[in-house]
């Protein structure tokens, strides 16, 4: 089924054809939703840029748009303010009748795309050995949402974590490893080194105190890269030391991603350094060779260059990026290439597909995104730390989440009196807490840093995880209540006559447009406000029409806009990676 919007934009577009067909040429876009409840609910604001285009009337055109277009059954008869704005108010019958199709319809209005196009997500990618911060967190929650979307668009994702697995300073852990644990290397499974971060601590501390242990270090990193079985063991080790510790992650946030670190490219780096030398683009700069780009200076103004081999022989970790981006275009067949991390790798990302394009690598810019975040912050406008000043584990992290969650669920159930069973606690915790982490995130611009605040959260009212799952639970229950299976609801009629059943109903029909627009602009955070806005008009009907007491048709007409607000709930929450309850 085809959104209001569209339908209504179908309907101009076939008017303008014939009597004004330049109107194509114009950025404007045709119909919009109305900038004021009170002038209707669209406006096609189209005559102002095709008078001056025209050099005619604005009036005088929207007049002549008027009279062509033709929207009887759909819209009150149109109206035109101030210099010539169309304005549109939809009729409660055609809301009624959209809603009907809405409620037949399995993907809620949503279109499936027609190619089955593959798109890359390439997110959360933590680094081995190295803490998984909270930006990690932050890429893990906005790709798995960003890849929920496009897949239930019907794109072909391949979800990707591109982990930093290689590197020099695998010599350095390496060394380390065989000093302290030289058992693991030849006892299966003896490896449990629990802390990763404190290893890697140590190591480098190892490293920056003895020569002799940094001579090591570097034929391990020469031994590695050559292939050593003993090296590549010690190596394999430590990347499943890490594996583990994020998998607990991986697990807590039910996020399903395939790993595919640096080392994977490892073959390919000479590769696309020959490709950029055939290309006519390196240039040698103190024995390391370079790409120059354009549009990034120094502050004399001369072109700064890319560094893709450094004058030891190592590759950087653009030139993975870079034969990463040649597999994932020609060998897994992507269409497209979204890569989500902090906004602080903005220049990296700009600076390695300005090489791509140039080496040929990437023939049309369009197809690769990088989709920036900003920072967590603690409540005191810092780096997020722990009360003792420590950086925030993120398994303490989601933990005290659902700790809270479940001393919330506690308070509450003692208020109302309400008996409930360890397994009912135990699920309402978790999916609250780990809810209200992944919505806290998800409903800021991502662009923007936001504050890390438990309290917010995990609050019941204002724009939160919790405030919308109670919303679900309420229509549930309505349906235990009136004992109504919703799903076994045949369709009937859906009559519009309160005013908050009008907005409802308009608020419903929207959805589609939104997961269109979250899809266009990679802002998750559209969805959020889109589902907050839903509750509070679902809210608010609810206190205004009774629906139990009402009685038939009525009655039944209410329920259908019930079970559509929760389908819509469930739906739109679990594209944020966030599943409901029925009881809460
Ligand atoms: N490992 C990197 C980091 O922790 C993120 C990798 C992002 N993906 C990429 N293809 N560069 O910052």
Same mark, same amino acid.
């Given at each position: 089924m085809a959104s209001i919007l569209t339908q209504l934009n179908d309907h101009f577009a076939q008017a303008l054809e014939g009597q004004f067909p330049s109107y194509i040429t114009l950025p404007t876009p045709l119909v919009v939703p109305a900038s004021n409840p009170k002038f209707g609910d669209? @406006?096609?604001?189209?005559?102002?840029?095709?008078?001056?285009?025209?050099?005619q009337q604005p009036r005088a055109i929207a007049m002549?748009?008027?009279?062509?277009?033709?929207?009887?059954?759909?819209?009150?008869?149109?109206?035109?303010? +101030?210099? +010539?704005?169309?304005?549109?108010? &939809?009729?409660?019958?055609? &809301?009624?009748?959209?809603l009907i199709k809405l409620q037949q319809n399995q993907q809620l209005g949503v279109s499936l795309v027609k190619g089955?196009?593959?798109?890359?997500v390439d997110f959360s990618s933590p680094n081995i050995a190295k803490e998984m911060h909270v930006g990690h967190l932050r890429s893990t929650i906005i790709g798995d949402c960003l890849a929920r979307v496009l897949e239930f668009r019907g794109y072909d994702v391949l979800r990707l974590n591109h982990v930093g697995d290689w590197g020099t300073q695998f010599g350095m852990l390496i060394t380390y490893l065989k000093e302290v644990y030289p058992e693991a290397l030849v006892t299966a499974d003896a490896l449990d080194i629990g802390d990763l971060v404190t290893f890697y601590k140590q190591a480098k501390q190892r490293f920056d105190q003895d020569e002799q242990f940094r001579e090591a270090s570097r034929q391990a990193v020469v031994a590695l890269q050559a292939g050593d079985a003993e090296?590549?063991?010690?190596? !394999? &080790?430590?990347?499943? !030391?890490?594996? @583990?510790?994020?998998?607990l992650i991986y697990d807590c946030l039910d996020i399903a991603i395939? #790993?595919?670190?640096?080392?994977?490219?490892?073959?390919?780096?000479?590769? $696309?350094?020959?490709?950029?030398?055939?290309?006519?683009?390196?240039?040698?700069?103190?024995?390391?060779?370079?790409?120059?780009?354009?549009?990034? %200076?120094?502050?004399? +103004?001369?072109?700064?260059?890319?560094?893709? @081999?450094?004058?030891? +022989?190592?590759?950087?970790?653009?030139t993975t990026d870079l034969a990463a981006l040649n597999y994932r275009l020609t060998t897994d067949g992507a269409e497209k290439i979204i890569y989500v991390t902090d906004a602080? !790798?903005?220049?990296?990302?700009? !600076?390695?597909? @300005?090489?791509?394009?140039?080496?040929?690598?990437? =023939?049309?810019? =369009?197809? $690769?995104?990088?989709?920036?975040?900003?920072?967590?912050?603690?409540?005191?406008?810092?780096?997020?730390? %722990?009360?003792?000043?420590?950086?925030?584990?993120?398994?303490? &992290?989601? %933990?005290?989440a659902v700790t809270r969650a479940r001393q919330d669920l506690e308070t509450r159930l003692t208020a109302e009196e309400r008996q409930e069973t360890e397994e009912f606690k135990t699920e309402v915790a978790q999916r609250v807490g780990i809810g209200a982490v992944k919505y806290a995130d998800l409903s800021q611009n991502r662009t923007s840093d936001y504050v890390f605040s438990f309290d917010k959260m995990l609050a019941l009212q204002g724009n939160t995880a919790p405030y919308m799952l109670y919303a679900?639970?309420?229509?549930?229950?309505?349906?235990?209540?009136?004992?109504?299976?919703?799903?076994?609801?045949?369709?009937?009629?859906?009559?519009?006559? #309160?005013? %908050?059943?009008?907005?409802?109903?308009?608020s419903l029909l929207q959805f589609a447009d939104v997961i269109e627009t979250v899809e266009t602009s990679l802002l998750p955070n559209r969805l959020c406000d889109y589902l907050y806005e839903l509750?509070? $008009?679902?809210?608010?009907?609810? #206190?205004?029409?009774?629906?139990?007491?009402?009685?038939?048709?009525?009655r039944r007409s209410r329920l259908l806009l019930c079970d559509l607000t929760a389908r819509t709930l469930k739906l739109g929450l679990s594209l944020l990676g966030i599943p409901v309850l029925d009881r809460m």
């Open positions: 669209f @406006q096609c604001n189209i005559a102002l840029p095709l008078a001056k285009q025209l050099g002549e748009i008027v009279d062509k277009v033709n929207l009887t059954g759909i819209c009150e008869p149109l109206t035109i303010a +101030g210099p +010539g704005f169309i304005n549109l108010k &939809l009729l409660p019958d055609y &809301l009624g009748e959209q089955k196009e593959r798109i890359v090296n590549i063991k010690a190596w !394999q &080790l430590l990347c499943e !030391q890490s594996r @583990q510790e994020f998998q395939e #790993e595919r670190g640096e080392s994977f490219y490892n073959p390919f780096l000479p590769g $696309v350094v020959e490709l950029l030398q055939e290309k006519d683009l390196l240039v040698e700069d103190n024995g390391a060779q370079c790409v120059f780009l354009d549009g990034f %200076t120094n502050k004399d +103004g001369d072109r700064l260059p890319l560094i893709v @081999q450094k004058s030891d +022989g190592g590759y950087n970790y653009a602080g !790798q903005a220049n990296h990302f700009a !600076q390695f597909f @300005q090489v791509a394009e140039k080496a040929d690598i990437l =023939s049309d810019p =369009s197809q $690769v995104v990088h989709v920036p975040f900003g920072l967590v912050k603690g409540e005191d406008g810092k780096k997020l730390k %722990t009360r003792a000043g420590d950086t925030i584990r993120l398994k303490d &992290l989601l %933990t005290e679900y639970a309420r229509i549930q229950s309505i349906s235990r209540e009136g004992g109504i299976d919703f799903a076994q609801m045949d369709s009937g009629e859906i009559m519009l006559t #309160e005013p %908050t059943e009008l907005v409802l109903a308009k509750s509070k $008009v679902f809210n608010r009907f609810y #206190e205004n029409c009774p629906v139990l007491k009402a009685s038939d048709p009525q």
